[in-house]
């Protein structure tokens, strides 16, 4: 008779050792997907900061060089001007179908990439 209640302990500790691994399992597989979520938004961060500047300076050299040309600054500056709020104009108007689909499919591809795979 002692054998049986045994048995169901020795199982009930079992079940509990598997469900406290699995846990563990759960937390380490949600601490990593969380790391490299990290690490991609830290470095498109580090990549679109790095863009702004680039692209900062080539609008100052584009304004100065349009102002050379116009022989006034101030035009050579406007028509750097415009082109941004065309720019601008065209990503409001597209910014669901490019932006976010792209984000949104990057963050997955992240997330589903398995162990050892390589971008």
Not at 43 to 57: K, Q, T, Y
């Amino acid at each position: 008779m002692n054998e049986p209640a045994n048995i169901f302990t020795e199982l009930k500790q079992l079940i509990t050792d598997y469900l406290n691994a699995r846990i563990e399992l759960f937390k380490l597989e949600s601490y990593e997907k969380i790391a490299k979520v990290t690490a991609v938004l830290f470095s498109s961060v580090v990549v679109a900061l790095l863009a702004f500047f680039l692209l900062f300076f080539l609008s100052l050299s584009a304004g100065f060089y349009f102002g050379s040309l116009f022989d006034s600054n101030a035009l050579g500056f406007l028509l750097v001007t415009g082109f941004y709020v065309v720019l601008f104009l065209f990503v409001m108007l597209r910014r669901k179908e490019f932006f976010e689909k792209f984000i949104i499919n990057s963050i997955l591809g992240v997330l589903n990439k398995k162990e050892g795979e390589d971008e």
